[in-house]
């Protein structure tokens, strides 16, 4: 049995997506794929990229160019609530008055399909 990457579920998923779309717009081809994805989501751009091109052989996604927006993690600190970018082995607000320590957030694990444009 071939192995897949979890890329492949996803990619098939973000496809079927488009092409219902294109079928609601009475588009012919889908001409962009634009997606939001955060450093930490999971899963690779390069492998969505690869699966892109062989799933979408056969539909009205084919040479779609796939448009990535990436997502840098921040920090919320737990004192201010100032949000920050995470720096390696750094957890510190950086905000000189506070000595709050920044704990996860959501930002850097989005993943989702922000736009389609169509022709
Ligand atoms: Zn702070």
Redesign the pocket.
Known sequence: MEHKMHEYPVTEHIIKLACAKAAENNANRVAAINLVMGENCGYLPDSIILYFDIIAADTVCKDAKINIKSIKPKLR?N??G?LFLRQPFKFG?P?PD?N?TGEPTDIGREFFLESLEFE
């Open positions: 600190c004192v201010c100032n607000c905000n506070c709050g």
